[in-house]
């Protein structure tokens, strides 16, 4: 299993430019999110799913789209980004919608400059 | 809203000596807490949880993390430190489809 991958690596947007980074994981995960990293605050939940065709907001959704049209894939989209969302952005996965219980899988990251 | 926090943004030890990286919650209801550990460059690899039962939850890497109701306290501790413990350690509460993580400590083990 590649377990959570996330493409790509790193970014460099202008400011008003949109772009989707993408998450997919191989694991049959009905829980999927998106997290975004800054110093001295851990992580931050944007938006989140518990499956296919179903996504709902987190702690910071303003400014991101998502959505879930396969249990494998969930894109975050920036429509028109700003320097605010310069940050790493994680995308984590469970395996049961019970998810309170259940450990979430970290990708790699995406790291994201807004100039 | 659940919340954790980390009072220390930083721990130093020496290798060899006990670690403790503490941790404190608020939520309603049951508390489900985690620990995650990230080393520079990398995504977050899971630690340990409690949910439920024995408040001494045991963990990979020889992590071990005590919960405490009546302290609201799920402190993170090795006996042992190591030079390859040194990372980046978050807690985690996770309620209602929604988890919040602490800012994070900085574990910085000397040999």
């Known amino acids: 299993n590649a377990g959570v991958t996330q493409t790509p690596k790193f970014q460099v947007l202008k400011t008003g430019q949109s772009m989707t980074l993408q998450c997919a994981q191989d694991m049959n995960h009905e829980y999927m999110s998106w997290y975004r990293q800054d110093p001295g605050m851990g992580l931050r939940l944007i938006h989140y799913?518990?499956?296919?065709?179903?996504?709902d907001q987190g702690e910071v959704p303003n400014g991101y789209n998502v959505s879930r049209s396969t249990t494998e894939d969930f894109p975050l989209r920036l429509l028109s980004a700003a320097p605010s969302q310069t940050s790493v952005y994680f995308c984590?996965?469970?395996?049961?919608?019970?998810?309170?219980?259940?450990?979430?899988?970290f990708g790699p990251g995406t790291r994201l400059l807004v100039l | 809203a659940q919340s954790v926090a980390q009072p220390e943004d930083q721990v130093n030890v020496a290798e060899g000596n006990p670690l403790t990286v503490k941790c404190t919650y608020s939520v309603s209801g049951n508390p489900y807490l985690f620990w995650y550990v990230q080393y520079p460059n990398r995504g977050l690899q899971f630690l340990l949880k409690?949910?439920?039962?024995?408040?001494l939850v045991k963990g990979s890497y020889g992590f071990e993390a005590e919960f405490n109701k009546s302290q609201t306290s799920f402190h993170l501790k090795k006996p042992s430190a190591l030079v390859s413990d040194s990372a980046l350690y978050f807690c985690a509460v996770r309620a209602f489809n929604d988890m919040r993580f602490g800012a994070g400590t900085r574990l910085t083990v000397k040999p």
């Open positions: 799913s518990v499956g296919a065709g179903i996504t």
């Open positions: 984590a996965s469970s395996y049961r919608t019970d998810f309170n219980t259940e450990t979430q899988y």
């Open positions: 409690y949910i439920t039962g024995d408040n």
